[in-house]
């Protein structure tokens, strides 16, 4: 953390300020590739703040991090024009370094283009509400625009929150791969044995691609019974900042 904070003005990326000039992420000129954390949810949840942000950030801005090696983070924000962050959202942006926030949506090129995709390897696409009335139906704007970003921006790891596991299987789709076609027939034999676990056989999900919520929500139902399994996954995500402990050291 900083010693001292940074003023509001400058954790807006797509304006200047009397102490920064610039405007877009490329004319930053950063030493490290940048990190893009697109976020698709109401403008309510973006001005309170949402916690899942707070969560990437902590092992990102960990202590057991050097700051030479510090990569920078945009928050692309899909708000309305008259909403913005409240203080309390950008008082804890200010307390660390090399983070950013702009109004945009994940789906205009122009919006990525400012962010800086090209001179980011990772982006993360993450959904906090729901706008369709068929639960199936939540995923396809994420899986449309991955899509979309897979084929323009290939260089870049993309990766996407799902809310369905059974949703996984139109990631990096392509009609004309025959290993792909295989794969469906082999999964499709494991979910008519009745397995839950298909999914992992997706390739997008094995290299760390997709995630979804909802894995997090099955393992933490199990607490009540192995009360060691809370502490267990904070350390595999490396939100634990114990003495000694593991932390997150690379989403590569």
């Known amino acids: 953390m900083l010693k001292k904070k940074?003023?509001?003005?400058?954790?807006?990326?797509?304006?200047?300020?009397?102490?920064c000039p610039y405007t877009t992420a490329r004319e930053y000129n950063w030493k490290n590739s940048a990190i893009i954390v697109a976020v698709d949810q109401s403008s309510r949840n973006v001005r309170r703040g949402s916690p899942g942000i707070f969560n990437l950030i902590l092992p990102l801005r960990s202590y057991f991090r050097?700051?030479?090696e510090?990569?920078?983070?945009?928050?692309?924000?899909?708000?309305?024009e008259h909403h913005a962050p409240n203080s309390?959202?950008?008082?804890?942006?200010?307390?660390?370094?090399?983070?950013?926030w702009m109004r945009g949506n994940f789906s205009n090129v122009d919006d990525l283009l400012r962010a800086g995709i090209c001179q980011s390897e990772h982006m993360v696409m993450a959904r906090e509400s729901a706008t369709y009335h068929q639960e199936y139906l939540d995923d396809c704007d994420s899986v449309i625009n991955a899509q979309i970003i897979?084929?323009?921006?290939?260089?870049?790891?993309?990766?996407?929150?799902?809310?369905?596991?059974?949703?996984?299987?139109?990631?990096?789709?392509?009609?004309?791969?025959?290993?792909?076609?295989?794969?469906?027939?082999f999964e499709k034999k494991q979910r008519d044995r009745g397995s839950h676990l298909h999914f992992m056989f997706r390739l997008p999900f094995a290299k760390g691609s997709v995630f979804s919520a909802n894995l997090i929500d099955r393992l933490l139902y199990q607490s009540f019974v192995k009360p060691y399994l809370v502490d267990f996954l904070k350390i595999m995500l490396g939100t634990e900042e114990s003495h000694g402990s593991g932390s997150l050291v690379s989403v590569s």
């Open 6 to 19: 940074r003023p509001y003005c400058c954790l807006k990326l797509s304006e200047s300020c009397e102490h």
């Open 66 to 68: 050097s700051p030479h």
């Open 70 to 80: 510090l990569r920078p983070i945009v928050l692309l924000l899909n708000t309305k």
């Open 88 to 100: 309390v959202f950008l008082d804890i942006m200010a307390s660390f370094p090399l983070i950013y």
């Open 150 to 185: 897979h084929r323009t921006f290939p260089k870049v790891k993309l990766i996407t929150e799902l809310s369905h596991f059974s949703n996984m299987r139109f990631m990096e789709f392509s009609p004309d791969n025959e290993y792909a076609m295989q794969q469906s027939k």
